[in-house]
């Protein structure tokens, strides 16, 4: 069964930046449409960003041109830089595949605050 751990995220000022990691384990990671979500407190977990097999990405418009999402199949870790961090993008950010179909990690606290 896969296993997710989530690191890199912390306390940002805005406009900062930040890069996320997802480690799994447990799986071949390279045949997974992979992605990235985020929960703050009292909403529903929403898509933030997805990576095809084939490396074809898809972004949700709040993040566009702002974040990227990538993965290292070698290393079976997915990963998230996050650019020009906004007050609205604090929330614990986790990774899934896209369906979602893991067990769900710890995720990573993200807090962009001056």
């Known amino acids: 069964q896969a296993q997710v751990v989530e690191s890199g995220g912390g306390l940002v000022q805005p406009g900062g930046s930040l890069r996320l990691s997802c480690a799994v384990s447990g799986i071949a990671l390279s045949i997974y449409r992979m992605a990235w979500f985020r929960q703050v407190p009292g909403k529903q977990r929403e898509l933030v960003a997805d990576?095809?097999?084939?490396?074809?990405?898809n972004y949700a418009e709040f993040v566009k041109g702002r974040f990227t999402i990538s993965r290292d199949n070698a290393k079976n870790t997915v990963y998230l830089q996050m650019n020009s961090l906004k007050p609205e993008d604090t929330a614990v950010y986790y990774c899934n595949t896209v369906a979602p179909s893991f067990r769900w990690g710890q995720g990573t606290q993200v807090t962009v605050s001056s």
């Open positions: 990576i095809t097999r084939y490396g074809i990405t």
